[in-house]
């Protein structure tokens, strides 16, 4: 079974600082995706940034790069110079290579703080 | 750019009645999705759909739901005598699926609210 586990439920930043927020798998699987996605308060939910399990390098878009490391299974999205339109919830998903569903976190509440 | 619309916004039902939520995904993708999502918490899984017939299906999907693709492109979501605790944002969901790379492209979700 495939597992996503968000410890942060909240979490503050300072305009123009960065932020990480954690996110840890578990899989059996040997391939799999692991995606962000952003979801403000009206509701939609936005992909951010997405890295493949056979990936060597770290993804990055814009200010937005994911910190993978294998090994420990986590997949911590790194957020540099916040913005006020940051503040969101943020959701990691996973999705193996043995069926079709995409499984998510619990969410990190994001609040960035002029 | 494509993208994955869905109606209405917003319904309002009372208890025991049945609703529809309808989606129209990306035209070349492959596999559709319906998730839920409780005010305030995870986005949950509650079904999966390809070529035609339902893929996958979580412990929430039971027999009040059901999913058709009627059309070719509409896919819609059906709930039967639904429930105060049915109340919830529905998202659809598409993705063209070669492998398993490739984001979820979701909708703006169907806000439901039962009375």
């Known amino acids: 079974a495939q597992k996503i586990t968000q410890t942060q439920p909240g979490m503050f930043v300072q305009e123009k600082e960065a932020v990480t927020l954690d996110c840890t798998y578990d899989?059996?699987?040997?391939?799999?995706?692991l995606f962000w996605y952003k979801q403000p308060s009206s509701g939609e939910m936005i992909f951010l940034i997405y890295?493949?399990?056979?990936?060597?390098q770290n993804a990055t878009e814009g200010r937005y790069s994911l910190n993978f490391q294998k090994a420990r299974k986590s997949a911590n999205l790194v957020i540099s110079a916040s913005q006020l339109g940051d503040s969101a919830m943020y959701f990691c998903?996973?999705?193996?290579?043995?069926?079709?569903?995409?499984?998510f976190g619990t969410g990190t509440s994001l609040t960035v703080i002029p | 750019e494509p993208e994955v619309t869905q109606t209405p916004s917003h319904q309002v039902t009372q208890m025991g009645q049945e609703v529809i939520l309808r989606c129209v995904p990306i035209s070349n993708h492959l596999y559709f999705y319906w998730y839920r999502q409780i005010l305030g918490q995870k986005v949950e899984f509650l079904v999966s759909f390809y070529n035609n017939e339902i893929s996958e299906k979580s412990e929430i999907f039971d027999d009040q739901f059901s999913v058709e693709r009627p059309d070719g492109s509409n896919f819609t979501l059906k709930i039967r005598s639904t429930k105060l605790e049915d109340s919830a944002m529905y998202f659809c969901a598409s993705n063209p699926r070669t492998a398993n790379t490739g984001e979820l492209f979701f909708g703006e979700g169907s806000r439901l609210t039962v009375l």
């Open positions: 998903a996973m999705r193996g290579n043995t069926g079709n569903q995409f499984y």
């Open positions: 899989t059996s699987d040997q391939s799999y995706g």
């Open positions: 890295q493949g399990s056979y990936d060597e």
